[in-house]
């Protein structure tokens, strides 16, 4: 008697996949159990830091990727073994939440000089409070396994005491020191901006041409101005000198002579600088040392005066005696056309030029003088580099080297601190004298102001107003999330988490902020652990749209990534920005990218419904057929987790998805799948053997682990389903497969049997022959593994697959090669014999094309010499094949000839 047994009676499975029905249900069920939680243990760790989101920040598709990026990685850091650990956190984006914070409080009616410091870093904070987390929930949404107990905030006490701690250090080691120096200056942020921060916009601007009165006339006949090409004639109050070239022999005779500088009628000398260039422009530069850091370098030279006309909003001051409070862009259209009416305006003309705009505001950003602290970088950049040059951390790709190569070798001062609230006050106090003190504590302060002065009060120290560079904290991330004692103190033993979780794996970053941020943790980690804090920095590229435009509010071309998940499925939404992401190259997003994620996530669902509908048969003995595809697939799994692993190993993360994609869509779904699926005879589908149903089930429990890292929702709720589950399993924690090696011949057989029915298929199609109708095929032994019989006779109708030596060509049919197995089958009415002659012909010319060009290459002498001996060998491979097929075709027109 045939025992028949309904297999799996888990809960039902919905007909059709519903993300909204499982993504909420497993991410509680993650959490409730803590397995996203990481403590230092015996396994070797990995472990990766999180780029820190602004506080200010939503979810947008950039962070959908890199994030998905990461949550790959660490997911299948667990399954394969490691003790896996993701820290979350945010920054507090000193520029960016201050001009939040006083947007609000403009909106209520209240300014921000109306209020004190600790007034107004109250509302700070309760803005933070409110808003400051919604990304992080946000991540929750995608998937990410962040250890959220290990939430980290830039600003948190104990993390703003390593940034406190790391300007004393530096400050008594000699790197830090106070001084005034052209700086960015945001006018609408009202703070010094690094260069990093600058973003460069081409810019439709004008060059005016300006005359300037020589003082005291010239000789008779000779010109009694000079002409000064500017950019910007709102600063001419500021000149305080004309430069020429000391070889520009156009201007001999005006050494020792002054200008008068336009409408205001002041006197500047002409002086000589090799800095100007003769050909550019008229060969006169005006000098504004104030809004210049060219002139400002010239001035230096020349002991020049310094006068700044612009006030910190972008307006004039009284020292620019006309125009004064006018908006600076204002002011310049006013002055042209005074400029104009006074006769001294010669000409304008158009160009296009890069303007420098505030990454946070966009203000186009103000050269201005300015007290500030710097940090010394020449030392720190030096071993920042040597560790990239020598691999040490790995760029990936490595073209980035170029890139960050040129950032380190012309380092400039990095000026740290901020004319800002929000952010870490800068540790420096004040004696009523002017002598300033550096310590961590006000209390150390004091002690140290005493040593100074002993009269001194608490009451008379001042601290800087000013608070430190937000990257000045987080380039201490990945040492001051698990330790932050350690920043500024390189001697002391790391506590338990960072001796364990240091230095950290990989970082999933952009190349914008390759210096910002990458180059500058570098520093840090080598000067406080003495050890780099990441060995691979695996750089992202830009998600643009499919037009390759930046995505951005402006342009209303950014979907809204909630939105997205809503519709296709956070694990669709993964899979489809996976598919088209490589390395440091920039993504054209489109939205069918994340429907095709859409598609495969109900394939993975729908198959496993097929699976689960099966009835198994406990007595019914496994059929050839079953038995070659489960060996097949078996084999076919093995060898595509080597490929998977390899492409892992080397960062081909887009390479290694699709390989799991093609897996399971065509090798599971497409053919193995299709073989073993019990017919159906009568409307009644029979049964599967138990051998065949538990090797498919075990196939699909491997290849769910396999896709979990990509997807992780549907891959745990059809795992839980498999089979019972204890309370507190989850897919996250098991095993990744691991490979016990492949069939090289019995892949490549079940290829050809592949490639077979494609073929036979192809043909019942040109024949307008029913798949339901059986046909005849007969195959030459030679070549042909007769072990793929039964998948071709299943797949391919064709019940009566003879294997013979030579072909039956009394009736008429058709022939067709897999590689260089020969197949034919008779048609007899359903070929056209002129037809089949003329595909034949065709064939034969082609491959005698095909011949000629192999030949040329072989008879090229170079080639032949210089080619790797493995290229060489498959050209004559080539050669010998095509001359087999053009033999095979030759035989098979002769007969119907």
């Given at each position: 008697m045939t025992i028949i047994k309904q297999d799996f009676i888990q809960m039902e499975l919905p007909n059709k996949y519903d993300p909204s029905l499982t993504e909420d249900k497993w991410y509680s069920y993650w959490l409730e159990n803590g397995f996203f939680h990481s403590v230092p243990d015996e396994r070797e760790p990995y472990t990766i830091v999180i780029p820190p989101p602004n506080v200010t920040g939503v979810l947008h598709m950039g962070h959908m990727l890199n994030n998905t990026l990461q949550d790959v990685l660490v997911r299948r850091a667990r399954m394969t073994g490691y003790n896996a650990c993701w820290v979350p956190g945010t920054d507090h984006a000193s520029i960016a939440t201050e001009a939040k914070v006083?947007?609000?409080?403009?909106?209520?009616?209240?300014?921000?000089?109306?209020?004190?410091?600790?007034?107004?870093?109250?509302?700070?904070?309760?803005?933070?409070?409110?808003?400051?987390?919604?990304?992080l929930e946000q991540l929750k949404k995608l998937g990410a396994s962040c250890d959220w107990d290990r939430t980290r905030f830039t600003m948190d006490p104990h993390l703003s005491e390593a940034v406190i701690n790391t300007f004393v250090y530096f400050y008594k080691k000699g790197l830090i020191y106070r001084g005034v120096r052209m700086v960015n200056w945001d006018p609408e942020g009202l703070t010094a901006v690094s260069d990093e921060e600058v973003i460069h916009k081409e810019t439709d601007s004008k060059f005016y041409y300006l005359r300037y009165k020589i003082a005291g006339g010239v000789a008779g006949g000779e010109c009694d101005y000079v002409t000064i090409a500017t950019t910007r004639p709102e600063t001419i109050m500021a000149d305080v000198a004309v430069c020429v070239n000391p070889e520009d022999e156009r201007y001999f005779h005006l050494r020792g002579k002054n200008v008068i500088i336009p409408l205001i009628d002041k006197e500047i000398p002409i002086i000589e600088d090799d800095y100007v260039t003769m050909d550019?422009?008229?060969?006169?530069?005006?000098?504004?040392?104030?809004?210049?850091?060219?002139?400002?370098?010239?001035?230096?030279?020349?002991k020049l005066p310094v006068i700044d006309i612009i006030n910190d909003d972008g307006t004039l001051n009284e020292k620019a005696l006309i125009l004064v409070g006018e908006d600076r862009f204002v002011a310049r259209k006013k002055i042209v056309k005074m400029l104009e009416e006074a006769g001294l305006l010669e000409k304008v003309e158009d160009y296009k030029s890069q303007v420098g705009h505030s990454e946070r505001t966009d203000a186009v950003i103000e050269p201005k003088l300015s007290m500030q602290w710097f940090l010394k970088m020449e030392d720190l950049a030096q071993d920042a580099l040597q560790v990239v040059e020598d691999d040490s951390v790995r760029l990936i790709p490595d073209k980035f080297k170029n890139t960050y190569r040129h950032w380190m070798e012309n380092v400039r001062d990095w000026c740290i601190s901020r004319q800002l609230w929000w952010g870490q006050q800068i540790p420096a106090y004040y004696l009523p004298n002017g002598e300033f003190v550096v310590e961590s504590t006000f209390e150390e302060a004091l002690e140290a102001a005493r040593k100074i002065n002993p009269s001194i009060k608490a009451e008379d120290l001042v601290q800087d107003e000013d608070v430190l560079d937000t990257w000045f904290s987080s380039w201490l991330w990945p040492i001051s999330v698990f330790d932050p004692s350690k920043p500024g103190f390189p001697d002391k033993a790391p506590n338990a988490d960072l001796a364990y979780y240091y230095p950290t794996n990989d970082l999933v970053t952009a190349p914008e902020i390759l210096f910002f941020w990458v180059a500058r943790m570098i520093m840090a980690g080598e000067e406080f652990c003495q050890d780099i804090p990441f060995r691979n920095v695996y750089l992202?590229?830009?998600?643009?749209?499919?037009?390759?435009?930046?995505?951005?509010k402006q342009l209303g071309n950014s979907p809204d990534p909630i939105k997205l998940m809503k519709e296709y499925g956070a694990d669709g939404v993964r899979l489809g920005m996976l598919l088209c992401t490589s390395a440091g190259n920039d993504i054209l997003f489109d939205e069918s990218q994340v429907e095709q994620g859409r598609n495969f996530s109900n394939k993975i669902w729908n198959a496993y419904r097929l699976v689960k509908g099966w009835k198994v048969s406990y007595t019914m003995p496994?059929?050839?057929?079953?038995?070659?595809?489960?060996?097949?697939?078996?084999?076919?799994?093995?060898?595509?987790?080597?490929?998977?692993?390899?492409?892992?190993?080397?960062?081909?993360?887009?390479?290694?998805?699709?390989?799991?994609?093609?897996?399971?869509?065509?090798?599971?779904?497409?053919?193995?799948?299709?073989?073993i699926k019990p017919s159906f005879v009568d409307g009644v589908q029979e049964n599967i053997d138990k051998t065949t149903f538990d090797a498919t089930i075990s196939y699909f429990d491997s290849l769910l682990k396999i896709l979990h890292p990509v997807m992780p929702f549907i891959t745990e709720e059809l795992w839980q389903n498999i089979e019972d589950r204890k309370k507190g399993e989850t897919i996250m924690l098991q095993q990744m497969p691991i490979s016990a090696g492949h069939d090289k011949a019995l892949i490549s057989a079940f290829d050809k049997a592949i490639e077979t029915v494609v073929a036979i298929r192809a043909l019942r199609q040109s024949k307008n022959i029913s798949p339901r109708e059986p046909l005849l095929v007969q195959v030459k032994s030679t070549f042909y593994p007769a072990i793929i019989t039964p998948v071709i006779s299943k797949m391919a109708n064709v019940p009566d697959l003879q294997v013979v030596?030579?072909?039956?060509t009394t009736s008429a049919g058709q022939s067709f090669m897999v590689g260089t197995i020969e197949y034919f089958a008779p048609l007899a009415d359903k070929v056209d014999l002129d037809e089949e002659i003329a595909k034949i012909v065709a064939e034969i010319i082609r491959y005698e094309g095909f011949i000629k060009g192999v030949n040329a290459k072989l008879g090229n002498a170079a080639f032949v010499a210089n080619a790797p001996e493995k290229v060489v060998a498959l050209e004559h491979k080539k050669l010998s094949d095509a001359t087999t097929k053009i033999e095979t075709l030759q035989a098979r027109l002769a007969t119907l000839k």
């Open positions: 006083v947007e609000k409080l403009r909106a209520a009616g209240i300014e921000k000089s109306d209020l004190t410091r600790e007034e107004f870093l109250k509302h700070a904070w309760e803005w933070r409070d409110k808003h400051g987390g919604i990304i550019l422009g008229t060969g006169c530069l005006k000098i504004t040392p104030a809004h210049d850091i060219n002139d400002y370098e010239i001035g230096l030279r020349h992202t590229g830009i998600v643009r749209d499919k037009q390759g435009r930046k995505m951005s496994q059929s050839d057929v079953n038995r070659l595809a489960v060996s097949w697939f078996a084999s076919q799994l093995n060898k595509t987790i080597d490929s998977i692993n390899e492409d892992f190993d080397k960062f081909r993360i887009s390479d290694a998805v699709m390989t799991i994609y093609k897996l399971f869509w065509d090798d599971f779904c497409s053919w193995y799948l299709e073989i030596e030579e072909f039956d």
